[in-house]
């Protein structure tokens, strides 16, 4: 049954409106049977073996098919023209229209990472080691109000790092590999032993000498600050620490621009 409308003809099966009926009429024959379920479909199919439809009937059929078809190539040829889009991560860090750090990422690790570990010490004394480093990360990844940290992590990068470091033309963005952040992480540990040794320590060592709780305190203390008291690798510390930064920091890209990125 046709429904006249106010613009011209409704579709009953799909609702889809046609100011012509020529192209109402046409549209109406492949819908109606694309609106049957599988098994109508083929229960038609046998049954216009012996009534075949009219040369009109096959004529509007053809080319709503047709005008369907064009749709798809067309619809196709979008999603590949996306797929095109996709550009290289690094590059987009590295293009002017991302904001850049204020400092490199050494000069990060050396003037915010390492004057925060004294006020680190007491989680490592109270717990370990790798607790001190998630937490060293932590606190200085929160109070990062600008939200402009020289490293990046990105959801569909599971993992991997970006490091904003300084060369010979300035500063640019770089992936760092495992064993490089490691090395850092191993610095950074060191870095606690020595800020162990300035503020407990040598504060405490007469009490040391002379008192046996304090030298109990000394080698429990000490122990933890080397990682002595987790039964771990360094490699498992570092992966654990590695794991949490990348969690605190990465970003859906999708939802800061609309590319996809390689």
Not at 110 to 125: D, F, G, R, S
Not at 141 to 152: F, G, K, V
Not at 161 to 187: A, C, H, P, Q, V
Request: contains cysteine; charged residues 30%.
């Amino acid at each position: 049954m046709d429904i006249k409308t106010d613009y011209g003809y409704q579709c009953c099966f799909c609702k889809r409106e046609y100011k012509e009926k020529f192209n109402y009429d046409r549209h109406k024959v492949c819908c109606e049977f694309l609106s049957k379920t599988r098994r109508e479909q083929l229960n038609e199919m046998d049954h216009q073996i012996e009534k075949l439809p009219t040369q009109k009937e096959m004529y509007m059929l053809i080319q709503e098919l047709a005008l369907r078809n064009e749709k798809l190539e067309k619809e196709l040829a979008k999603l590949k023209h996306v797929q095109k889009q996709k550009i290289n991560l690094l590059e987009w860090l590295n293009s002017t229209n991302t904001s850049k750090p204020k400092i490199g990422f050494m000069d990060w690790i050396l003037q915010v990472v390492y004057p925060e570990i004294k006020n680190i010490l007491e989680t490592v004394y109270e717990t370990t080691l790798t607790n001190g480093l998630i937490r060293l990360f932590d606190n200085i990844i929160e109070n990062d109000e600008s939200n402009t940290i020289p490293i990046r992590g990105f959801e569909n990068k599971s993992n991997v790092f970006y490091i904003y470091i300084k060369n010979t033309n300035g500063f640019e963005w770089k992936i760092i590999s495992n064993d490089e952040f490691n090395r850092i992480l191993y610095k950074i540990c060191h870095q606690f032993v020595v800020e162990f040794k300035n503020n407990w320590f040598i504060p405490n060592e007469s009490k040391i000498d002379n008192d046996e709780k304090y030298k109990d305190m000394y080698i429990d203390y000490y122990q933890r600050i080397l990682g002595g008291n987790e039964r771990i690798s360094d490699e498992t510390r570092y992966q654990k620490v590695r794991n949490f930064i990348y969690t605190k920091i990465k970003k859906n890209i999708k939802s800061i621009t609309e590319y996809d990125f390689a």
